[in-house]
């Protein structure tokens, strides 16, 4: 289910899907990194790790 990942990802993923669906490779990579770019400096991104390493569910805030 998509709406238990991170706000910050689920946006940036559907950003990337809708900006890249008639673009180039080329382009669709810029959209992919642009996006990622976001989710990089996230609590959120922190948090999903942090429960990935600990076999836990994340607990997203959004931030």
Request: proline residues 5%; aromatic residues 6%.
């Given at each position: 289910?998509?709406?238990?990942?991170?706000?910050?990802?689920?946006?940036?993923?559907?950003?990337?899907?809708?900006?890249?669906?008639?673009?180039d490779l080329q382009t669709g990579?810029?959209?992919?990194?642009?996006?990622?770019?976001?989710?990089?400096?996230?609590?959120?991104?922190?948090?999903?790790?942090?429960?990935?390493?600990?076999?836990?569910?994340?607990?997203?805030?959004?931030?």
């Amino acid at each position: 289910m998509m709406l238990a990942n991170g706000p910050v990802a689920l946006q940036q993923a559907k950003y990337a899907i809708k900006q890249g669906m008639n673009a180039d490779l080329q382009t669709g990579l810029q959209i992919e990194r642009k996006a990622y770019e976001v989710t990089i400096p996230t609590e959120d991104r922190l948090e999903a790790l942090a429960a990935f390493s600990e076999k836990r569910k994340p607990d997203f805030k959004g931030k």
